[in-house]
């Protein structure tokens, strides 16, 4: 619903965001690294779970067909969309999916070292994305475009940390086009649900991000 005595309010804030000098808008505050570091654990967390019943469900359906395993890879690919949506500053997508990763590793994995490498190889798939839009457009068509981005740069670091290379090109066809799909379903667009629910109980209104999703209601 339209509410006229808000829109001056809205229009100030986009005004001075326009104008706002680019060094207020790309420079870390406090509050961003503690929240950053706070989603980067918590998605760390959420890694350990899946490591198991996403590794599972990787395993099954590739079994039915090699390649269809990617449908489970999204959720390992969630931090650096939470992280870009979020803070919606250079580097964020990059640093919470890094520190998951690293989060992931420390308390112990199945893939060891190598899950830091996918860390930086997910987060900066994602991390192009907010970039390539200037850091100004955090809608849900970004966050998916992120995903996608962070699956096709887990699909390419595996072609050498995997050996995948070695595969056959159906399978990495086909690997290619779910871990994609995946990403930007599980990592994008679930990603955008969680800030939009996150939003809404308050959490973020110190973000741009809380600020947004209210300007909505």
């Given at each position: 619903?339209?509410?006229?005595?808000?829109?001056?309010?809205?229009?100030?804030?986009?005004?001075?965001?326009?104008?706002?000098?680019?060094?207020?808008?790309?420079?870390?505050?406090?509050?961003?690294?503690?929240?950053?570091?706070?989603?980067?654990?918590?998605?760390?967390?959420?890694?350990?779970?899946?490591?198991?019943?996403?590794?599972?469900?990787?395993?099954?359906?590739?079994a039915v067909t090699p390649g269809l395993?990617?449908?489970?890879?999204?959720?390992?690919?969630?931090?650096?969309?939470?992280?870009?949506?979020?803070?919606?500053?250079?580097?964020?997508?990059?640093?919470?999916?890094?520190?998951?990763?690293?989060?992931?590793?420390?308390?112990?994995?199945?893939?060891?070292?190598?899950?830091?490498?996918?860390?930086?190889?997910?987060?900066?798939?994602?991390?192009?994305?907010?970039?390539?839009?200037?850091?100004?457009?955090?809608?849900?068509?970004?966050?998916?475009?992120?995903?996608?981005?962070?699956?096709?740069?887990?699909?390419?670091?595996?072609?050498?940390?995997?050996?995948?290379?070695?595969?056959?090109?159906?399978?990495?066809?086909?690997y290619f086009a779910t871990v994609v799909?995946?990403?930007?379903?599980?990592?994008?667009?679930?990603?955008w649900l969680v800030v939009r629910a996150?939003?809404?109980?308050?959490?973020?209104?110190?973000?741009?991000?809380?600020?947004?999703?209210?300007?909505?209601?």
């Amino acid at each position: 619903m339209h509410n006229a005595s808000t829109t001056p309010s809205r229009e100030t804030d986009e005004h001075a965001a326009a104008v706002a000098p680019t060094g207020s808008r790309t420079r870390w505050r406090v509050v961003d690294i503690v929240v950053a570091s706070v989603i980067g654990v918590a998605t760390g967390l959420v890694f350990l779970f899946w490591n198991n019943v996403g590794y599972a469900w990787f395993s099954a359906a590739d079994a039915v067909t090699p390649g269809l395993g990617g449908v489970a890879v999204g959720i390992w690919l969630i931090g650096g969309v939470l992280g870009g949506l979020i803070i919606r500053k250079p580097g964020a997508a990059l640093y919470v999916e890094l520190l998951a990763a690293v989060v992931s590793a420390l308390v112990g994995n199945q893939w060891g070292i190598e899950t830091i490498y996918s860390g930086v190889a997910q987060g900066l798939g994602a991390e192009l994305v907010f970039a390539a839009f200037g850091y100004k457009r955090f809608g849900v068509l970004q966050a998916m475009l992120a995903g996608a981005a962070a699956g096709a740069a887990a699909w390419t670091l595996e072609l050498f940390l995997s050996a995948n290379l070695q595969k056959s090109a159906e399978f990495l066809g086909l690997y290619f086009a779910t871990v994609v799909i995946s990403g930007a379903l599980l990592a994008g667009l679930v990603g955008w649900l969680v800030v939009r629910a996150l939003a809404a109980t308050g959490a973020l209104n110190r973000f741009a991000a809380g600020r947004d999703a209210t300007e909505r209601v």
